[in-house]
């Protein structure tokens, strides 16, 4: 297929230090084409790909420290238009910006929405767009928020991005990601003193959460068992993960995926969780980790963590939540999209042709199109289910 990857421009793609939904269309970009699909990433010019790139900023906003990212937006917006009738989908990862542009660009169009979705303005958003193909990135994500959901595609990793480290030799708990209040990382840092583990915190502070950071987390960082570390590259993620005994991830808000969870399982490391948003969808209970809904808990979860078997943790990531898995779920997206054109009055309402046959529900309902991994063991990797 011809497929437009559309990524924000705040990261690069790849990103060069923290970027979750930017290092998601990188691993989805490099596995299509790796599968011979005729890819085209939109993205900032300091991206690296195999796909055609179209720069779509210098370099990456946040690093750049641009702080208005609209006039890129805008331009983004623009170059897709110009390319739209050379692909057969646009698949958009930029939130919503790209809403009115979809309904004249003539190309089919999916979106996946990253973030979370329990904002007042989806709702207004989605009464004024109720066509717009959705897919989530976990089913909890989207449970508050009616929409033409059209699939749940669940994250994933290439392979050989990380390897698996037996032992977890440097004996620590880790916490890896951003230090912000849904976070948590006060959390982290009581259960690794309750429980007797040293603690080392890789993360970024956006200046949105400096306060928080100097206020509420630096006066917890003392003594010699609690260390930060500031944010990490991929490559001094595969050491960080794969020498701890187990990852905190105490998050207190409805996380969308975390990707740091099986980031972790991908080295082998067992995963401590609380149970919201996507985790009871990511942890398999007493296998790849254990998911807690107190601090007494996790501080009992952390001891039984050693336990476990990495190798089994590392084996149910190669079950669940490989790139190659991801990529060929959302071509089904794709192909199911591309197959059922949709004509567009010239106000924008969309209209179908007399023999055309709906793809999707009226508003509200989610169609049969479920894409989700097997959890059981040894089983293969489930497609479609109606």
């Given at each position: 297929?011809?497929?437009?990857?559309?990524?924000?421009?705040?990261?690069?793609?790849?990103?060069?230090?923290?970027g979750?939904?930017?290092?998601?269309?990188?691993?989805?970009?490099?596995?299509?084409?790796?599968?011979?699909?005729?890819?085209?990433?939109?993205?900032?010019?300091?991206?690296?790909?195999?796909?055609?790139?179209?720069?779509?900023?210098?370099?990456?906003?946040?690093?750049?420290q641009?702080?208005d990212?609209?006039p890129?937006?805008?331009?983004?917006?623009?170059?897709?238009?110009?390319?739209?009738g050379?692909?057969?989908?646009?698949?958009?990862?930029?939130?919503?910006?790209?809403?009115?542009?979809?309904?004249?660009?003539?190309?089919?169009?999916?979106?996946?929405?990253?973030?979370?979705?329990?904002?007042?303005?989806?709702?207004m958003?989605?009464?004024?767009?109720?066509?717009?193909?959705?897919?989530?990135?976990?089913?909890?994500?989207?449970?508050?928020?009616?929409?033409q959901?059209?699939?749940?595609?669940?994250?994933?990793?290439?392979?050989?991005?990380?390897?698996?480290?037996?032992a977890?030799?440097?004996?620590?708990?880790?916490?890896?990601?951003?230090?912000?209040?849904?976070?948590?990382?006060?959390?982290?840092?009581?259960?690794?003193?309750?429980?007797?583990?040293?603690?080392k915190?890789?993360?970024k502070?956006?200046?949105?959460?400096?306060?928080?950071?100097?206020?509420?987390?630096?006066?917890?960082?003392?003594?010699?068992?609690?260390?930060?570390?500031?944010?990490?590259?991929?490559?001094?993620k595969?050491?960080?993960?794969?020498?701890?005994?187990?990852?905190?991830?105490?998050?207190?808000?409805?996380?969308?995926?975390?990707?740091?969870?099986?980031?972790?399982?991908?080295?082998?490391?067992?995963?401590?969780a609380?149970r919201?948003?996507?985790?009871?969808?990511?942890?398999?209970?007493?296998?790849?980790?254990?998911?807690?809904?107190?601090?007494?808990?996790?501080?009992?979860?952390?001891?039984?963590?050693?336990?476990?078997?990495?190798q089994?943790?590392?084996?149910?990531?190669?079950?669940?939540?490989?790139?190659?898995?991801?990529?060929?779920?959302?071509?089904?997206?794709?192909?199911?999209?591309?197959?059922?054109?949709?004509?567009r009055?010239?106000?924008?309402?969309?209209?179908?042709?007399?023999?055309?046959?709906?793809?999707?529900?009226?508003?509200?309902?989610?169609?049969p199109?479920q894409l989700?991994?097997l959890?059981?063991?040894?089983q293969?990797?489930?497609?479609?289910?109606?």
């Open positions: 297929m011809r497929i437009a990857q559309i990524s924000p421009l705040i990261e690069s793609v790849p990103p060069k230090l923290y979750g939904t930017e290092r998601i269309v990188s691993y989805l970009t490099e596995e299509l084409v790796r599968q011979g699909h005729e890819v085209t990433l939109f993205a900032s010019g300091d991206s690296e790909t195999a796909a055609e790139l179209i720069s779509c900023a210098p370099t990456a906003l946040r690093l750049a641009v702080t990212s609209q890129y937006t805008v331009m983004q917006l623009e170059k897709i238009r110009r390319r739209a050379d692909f057969d989908i646009a698949h958009f990862h930029s939130d919503f910006f790209h809403f009115p542009l979809v309904r004249s660009l003539g190309t089919p169009s999916v979106t996946t929405l990253h973030g979370r979705l329990d904002l007042p303005f989806y709702r958003l989605l009464d004024e767009f109720p066509e717009m193909p959705l897919v989530s990135i976990s089913d909890d994500q989207r449970r508050m928020l009616a929409a959901w059209i699939a749940t595609v669940l994250h994933g990793l290439p392979k050989d991005l990380y390897s698996f480290s037996a977890g030799e440097g004996g620590y708990l880790a916490f890896l990601g951003r230090i912000s209040p849904e976070k948590r990382p006060d959390r982290a840092i009581e259960i690794a003193k309750r429980a007797g583990v040293p603690l915190i890789a993360a502070v956006d200046k949105v959460d400096q306060t928080y950071f100097d206020e509420t987390i630096r006066p917890l960082i003392k003594g010699p068992d609690v260390e930060f570390i500031g944010e990490v590259n991929d490559n001094e595969q050491a960080f993960l794969g020498g701890a005994s187990a990852l905190l991830f105490p998050i207190d808000w409805p996380e969308p995926f975390g990707l740091v969870q099986i980031e972790a399982m991908a080295c082998g490391t067992p995963v401590v609380w919201r948003g996507s985790v009871p969808e990511v942890i398999d209970e007493g296998v790849s980790g254990f998911m807690v809904e107190d601090i007494d808990e996790a501080v009992e979860a952390v001891h039984r963590a050693r336990s476990l078997s990495r089994a943790v590392r084996d149910r990531f190669d079950q669940r939540f490989t790139i190659e898995r991801v990529a060929h779920d959302y071509v089904r997206v794709y192909n199911s999209l591309a197959a059922e054109p949709i004509l009055a010239a106000g924008g309402t969309p209209r179908r042709g007399a023999e055309e046959r709906p793809l999707r529900a009226p508003l509200g309902r989610v169609i199109m989700q991994p959890r059981a063991t040894g293969k990797t489930q497609g479609m289910t109606v």
